[in-house]
Structures are given as structure tokens and as C-alpha cells.
């Protein structure tokens, strides 16, 4: 058997994620019409013999348990918990304090997913990858651009025995073009016994030099993955499938972008065509029309209102209460709960906060993505854009009333 371990950190992180993060934590921001979280809440449900999906985080439980208690009814197949910090405990930290309660029911193995990254969660194949070696732990391996290596773990893979060699976290030269993708599969009395001799190790060094670290925080990376690649049991599992790490706020649309794609073959459920909510009362051109022109895929919720005149596509995620209105155009975006788009607006590249408000003619723009640079627009929650207003590549924060065009401004 196994379980899950989803580290979502806190409200201290994600300030990159700002003015989205203000409202929502990163976690369970939408994409795809679900929040992050819940896509990898279904690839584990698809687990054979996982039956437990632990959250560790130091949000407030308020927070997170309305999440849990819906999640509970979306995966009956899967106990699922939030184990809180009473501090960012670090990346190891939080498994070690919860220890008992993760390895209570004796679990064969545990799966570690960070909760800031998206993909087609390739479960079954880590399994079966770790089932053919002797090491403590798989992590999966991404390749990303050269000039992108040290934002992440840096990892050295032996072709042969696909082996991490050399695990560095954020090195300040780029040692491969391997990186760890956030995604591990453990054998769980192992993981928690090199985690023991990190923490073991972590006292002696602050009892010889106690300003070496002060923290009361535990590093998965650097405080156990990098001594099990040293010693040769930790193993990566390559893959060439998509990914998304969301850090920042525009790596919400390659995101969205990403699950969307994925519902083809995951949920085609989700993407199907509604018959849509007339809105607009002139349309003489439009008489022979049957609903707004959809460009695939997208995600609109069912309670959402979709002028027969607007198209909508692709990769567009609309959320429950919008209002879309005559000759609209949105594309690669997403709107959140409750926002309408008055008529002849247009929303390209860009995440709309719930119940905004954009008036006729006016225009929200980023810019199609050029090499690994999205440039989007953003606007908080209960931001109105004022008719013709031409809002281009900026952040907005939440409740402000937009009565000027800007342009590459972060509007507070
Ligand atoms: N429970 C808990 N407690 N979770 C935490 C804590 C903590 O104190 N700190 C971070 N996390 C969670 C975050 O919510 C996220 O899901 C994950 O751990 C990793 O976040 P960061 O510590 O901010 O690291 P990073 O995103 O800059 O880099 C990590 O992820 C990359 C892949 O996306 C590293 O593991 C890199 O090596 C890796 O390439
Ligand atoms: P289509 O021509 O609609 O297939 O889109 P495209 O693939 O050419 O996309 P592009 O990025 O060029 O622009 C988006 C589309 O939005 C434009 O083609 C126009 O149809 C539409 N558009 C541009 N500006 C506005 C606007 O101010 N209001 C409305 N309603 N639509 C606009």
C-alpha cells in the first residue's frame, strides 16, 4: 500500500503569486476550472492501493478544510487530511514532524508532490521505475532550458543506472539540464530514516557552529536528497511529458493551458459544449447562429452566461456566475467567479479576478509567449475597467476602478 504527502507551504510564500494569492491560496487557485490542487488529487485517486492523501502546509485550517471536506466528496476512494505546521517547518520538516501519523497503517511507499506544479502526474510509471532499483527514493526529472537550470534542483543522472549522481539545489552553475520536477515516490521506512539522519546531522552541525542554522526548518532538497545522491540511493525517473511549475501568477496560463489539454484524454467531461444563454437582443446577423463560437478546449462553467455572438478559445477557463456579453473575444485566459465582460470587451492573455467588471469596448491584453517570457495581465478581485479602457500587460490590484488605458504598470 501507499499513501500521499501534498506539501502546500503557507501564506507566507507565493508573493510572486500576488494579487491572486491574496484572495486565494496558491494551492487552490483555479486552473482548468479546479484548483491546483484537486488535478493531483486525481491522478492519485488513480493509484491502486492508495488510499491516504495527506496536506501539509502551515495554512489556517480555515483555509484549507472547506477544500478537504469537498475534496472528501470528490475522491470517496481516498482518506484525505490536512496536517497543519505551526510554522514553515521546510520542505522536510513537516514530514518529519507528522512521522507517526504518515507511516501509521505500516504504507510501503509514499508519494511527495509539491502542490505548485502541474503535469500529466506520470504515477504509474514512477511506480513502476521505483520498483526496478534498490534506492530510497525516485524523484521525477524534467529537462528545462539550459539558462532556466539554476532556479531549481539541479540533478546529475547516470545513463546507465539512471541514478542522481550529484543532487544540487539552485546551483549557481548549471551542472545538467535535469531538474527535480516536485514529484517523489519514497520507500516510507527508508525516506523516514534518512530524514532522521538529516535531522541527526542538522543538530551536530548547529551544536559545533550554532550560527549555521539558526532555522527550525528541515530541507527535503538540500538535507536529504542531496546526502542520497551522494551515497547512491536516490534514483530520477525521466520524463518528457509537460510541465508547469506555477511560481508566478503568468504561469498560470501555460498551466491552464496544460490541464485542458490533459481533460482530452482525463475528463472530456469537463469540456463539453453547453448550449449557450442568449444574452444580446440585436443579432440580425447573427440569426442563423447556434451558439458562441468555442475554439478548443476550454473549460466553462455550466452556470455561466455566454453571448451567442462571442467566441470564446483557445485555452480559456471560465469560472461558476460569469457573464460573457455580445461580439465579446476571450482567449488564452481565465476568468474567475462571478465577472462580466460587458459587450465588445475583449480578454486575451490574461487572468480576470472574480467579480470584475469590464465595460463595453474595453480591451485586457498580455502577449502571446516568446521563448519561456509570458507576459499577462492580471487583475485582482472587484477591479472595474471602464469602457474603452485599454489595460495592457499590467498587474492591478484588487478593488481599483480603471479609468485610464496603462501599459506595463503595476497598478496599485
Ligand atoms: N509543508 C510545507 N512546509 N511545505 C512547504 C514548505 C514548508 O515549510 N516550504 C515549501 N513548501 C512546499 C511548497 O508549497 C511547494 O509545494 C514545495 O514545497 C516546494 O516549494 P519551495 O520550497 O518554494 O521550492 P521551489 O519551488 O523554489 O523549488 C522546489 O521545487 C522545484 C520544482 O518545482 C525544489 O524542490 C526544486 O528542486 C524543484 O526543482
Ligand atoms: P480570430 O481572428 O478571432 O480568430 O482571432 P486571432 O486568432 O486572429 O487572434 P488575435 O490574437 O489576432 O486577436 C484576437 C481577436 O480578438 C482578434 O482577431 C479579433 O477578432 C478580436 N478582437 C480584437 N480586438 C477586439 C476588441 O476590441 N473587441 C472585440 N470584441 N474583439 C476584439
Redesign the pocket.
Known amino acids: 500500500t501507499s499513501k500521499a504527502v501534498l506539501l502546500i507551504g503557507g501564506p507566507s510564500k507565493g508573493t510572486r503569486f500576488r494579487p491572486l494569492s491574496l484572495d486565494v491560496p496558491k494551492p487552490l487557485f483555479s486552473v482548468g476550472g479546479r484548483p491546483i490542487i484537486w488535478h493531483s488529487l486525481v491522478a492519485l485517486s488513480h493509484v491502486e492501493g492508495l488510499n491516504e492523501v495527506l496536506l501539509v502546509g502551515f495554512y489556517d485550517e480555515s483555509v484549507i478544510n472547506p477544500f478537504v471536506k469537498e475534496a472528501a466528496r470528490d475522491f470517496p476512494n481516498l482518506n484525505i487530511r490536512y496536517l497543519r505546521e505551526f510554522q514553515s517547518l521546510g520542505t522536510a520538516g513537516g514530514l518529519y514532524h507528522y512521522r507517526d501519523i504518515i507511516s501509521k497503517g505500516n504504507p510501503d511507499q509514499i508519494f511527495v508532490l509539491h502542490s505548485d506544479i502541474v503535469c500529466g502526474w506520470p504515477l504509474a510509471e514512477l511506480q513502476k521505475f521505483h520498483g526496478t532499483h534498490r534506492g530510497v527514493g525516485t524523484v521525477m526529472a524534467v529537462k528545462v532550458p539550459r539558462e532556466e537550470v539554476t532556479k531549481f534542483g539541479c540533478i546529475v543522472i547516470d545513463p546507465q543506472t539512471s541514478q542522481a549522481r550529484h543532487y544540487v539545489e539552485k546551483p549557481e552553475e548549471p551542472l545538467s539540464d535535469s531538474v527535480n520536477a516536485g514529484l517523489y515516490l519514497f520507500d516510507a521506512a527508508l525516506l523516514f530514516s534518512s530524514i532522521r539522519d538529516a535531522m541527526e546531522a542538522k543538530v551536530a552541525r548547529s551544536a559545533e557552529d550554532p550560527e549555521s542554522s539558526s532555522d527550525e526548518q528541515l530541507r527535503l532538497e538540500q538535507d536529504v536528497l542531496s546526502p542520497l545522491a551522494s551515497t547512491g540511493k536516490l534514483y530520477a525517473y525521466q520524463t518528457t511529458s509537460p510541465w508547469v511549475q506555477i511560481k508566478s501568477a503568468a504561469s498560470a496560463i501555460p498551466a491552464n493551458a496544460l490541464i485542458l489539454a490533459s481533460y482530452k484524454t482525463t475528463n472530456p467531461s469537463l469540456l463539453r459544449r453547453r448550449s449557450p444563454t442568449i444574452l444580446a437582443k440585436s443579432r440580425a446577423d447573427y440569426s442563423k447562429k447556434k451558439g458562441p463560437e468555442i475554439v478548443e478546449p476550454c473549460f466553462i462553467h455550466e452556470d455561466a452566461q455566454i453571448d451567442d455572438t462571442a ?1 470564446i478559445g483557445p485555452n480559456v477557463s471560465i469560472g461558476s456566475g460569469v457573464k460573457i456579453g455580445y ?3 476571450v ?1 488564452e485566459s481565465i476568468i474567475l467567479d462571478d465577472t462580466t465582460l460587458d459587450k ?3 480578454v ?1 492573455y490574461s487572468i480576470i479576478g472574480e467579480n470584475c467588471k469590464i465595460a463595453p ?1 474595453a ?1 485586457v491584453e498580455g502577449a502571446p509567449l516568446v521563448g519561456d517570457k509570458q507576459s499577462i495581465a492580471i487583475l485582482g478581485k472587484d477591479v472595474s475597467v471602464l469602457k474603452e479602457v485599454h489595460i495592457r500587460s499590467c498587474i492591478v490590484l484588487p478593488s481599483k476602478n480603471l479609468s485610464r488605458s496603462a501599459k506595463n504598470e503595476v497598478l496599485l
Open positions: 467566441k461580439g465579446c473575444r482567449k465588445n470587451s475583449c486575451l469596448w480591451r
